[in-house]
């Protein structure tokens, strides 16, 4: 079975300081690895996706992610935060590129102090 | 392109209810799944259709059903309403591209929030 933790409910930082969002995932194929934000009242909104090609993967707005296949682990980052990135914040694993099952960690609120 | 479409965007029911949700995927695609999002929690699965079948089912009784239409707009319906069914429902649309054995990244609704009184 597959299965996501998320660590750190709660994670605050100050403008313009690095981002860092921790994700683990438990998968006995290879995984689908996925990040959404999620603003008040909206929808997710795909931040970025691991399929294989690379380990490194770069999103939207100065996110990217790296997958370590020996940690287990699928972090996300942002070198310099802005106020506009406040959010819930959603690692998410699937077994077949997103269109089957998607299991999704409990979220990371994330604060952006001024 | 209109992205993926939901209706209601809020809804308030009572115990005992049974309440019907809407949703239109995104154009282009053929395949619908449904979340539902307690407060303060991660989405989780309830649910995939493609081709006008159930696919994949999460942990979900059986109150929880679904329809997908040949336009491939899906209802999620909910019989016997609990308090505890309050929550966001998310639909979620891609495109199954069998062949390849590749399905496309999935794209979220707005969703419709229920309140179970």
């Known amino acids: 079975a597959q299965s996501v933790t998320q660590l750190g409910s709660h994670v605050s930082v100050s403008e313009g300081a690095l981002v860092l969002l921790r994700c683990n995932y438990s998968s006995s194929v290879p995984p689908y690895l996925f990040w959404y934000v999620q603003y008040p009242n909206q929808g997710l909104q795909l931040l970025l996706k691991y399929t294989s090609a690379a380990t490194l993967v770069k999103g939207i707005n100065g996110f990217e992610a790296e997958f370590k296949k020996s940690e287990t682990s699928f972090h996300l980052t942002k070198p310099s935060a802005h106020m506009s990135d406040a959010a819930e914040y959603f690692c998410?694993?699937?077994?077949w590129g997103g269109g089957f099952k998607t299991i999704f960690g409990a979220g990371t609120r994330l604060f952006v102090k001024a | 392109d209109a992205g993926v479409t939901q209706s209601p965007t809020h809804l308030i029911k009572t115990r005992g209810q049974q309440v019907t949700l809407r949703c239109s995927p995104k154009s282009g695609h053929d395949t619908v799944s449904w979340y539902q999002q307690a407060l303060g929690q991660g989405p989780q699965f309830i649910f995939q259709?493609?081709?006008?079948?159930?696919?994949q089912r999460g942990n979900f009784p059986d109150r929880f059903s679904g329809h997908q239409f040949p336009n491939y707009s899906s209802e999620l319906n909910v019989n016997a309403l609990w308090l505890g069914d309050s929550a966001l429902y998310l639909c979620a649309s891609s495109l199954m591209r069998i062949r390849d054995e590749v399905a496309e990244t999935q794209y979220f609704g707005p969703g419709t929030r229920l309140l179970v009184l």
């Open positions: 259709y493609y081709e006008e079948e159930e696919r």
């Open positions: 998410a694993v699937s077994d």
